[in-house]
């Protein structure tokens, strides 16, 4: 499995900006899709998840109501729609990649988005 990130840059607070996974490999062995982020000096945390069919999602606490996670099957991407963006939203964002038939976790090369205050 190959995760390539795109769409993050630099934009100001209360900007927007989708973020994108294009996968490819085995990809009929994914079960479960997500994006995580890792600031400076902290851990790397989850920030949304989403399921093979699209049917289920879930997200951190500090992202509720302003992030979307979403896929399209077709087109083998994942999507990570970012409306009104913080400061604290700045970090490196990674695609993440998991099932059971996989042998480990995959991961994009990750991306970095940056929110100016």
């Known amino acids: 499995v190959q995760l390539v990130e795109s769409g993050g840059g630099l934009v100001q607070a209360g900007d927007s900006l989708r973020l994108s996974c294009a996968v490819s490999g085995s990809t009929f062995k994914i079960d479960v899709m997500g994006w995580y982020r890792q600031a400076p000096g902290k851990r790397r945390e989850m920030v949304a998840g989403?399921?093979?069919?699209?049917?289920?999602?879930n997200y951190a606490d500090s992202v509720k109501g302003r992030f979307t996670i979403s896929r399209d099957n077709a087109k083998s991407t994942m999507y990570l729609q970012m409306n009104s963006l913080k400061p604290e939203d700045t970090a490196v964002y990674y695609c993440n990649a998991q099932g059971i038939r996989l042998l480990k976790p995959y991961w994009g090369q990750g991306i970095q988005v940056t929110v100016s205050s």
């Open positions: 989403i399921t093979s069919s699209g049917g289920s999602a």
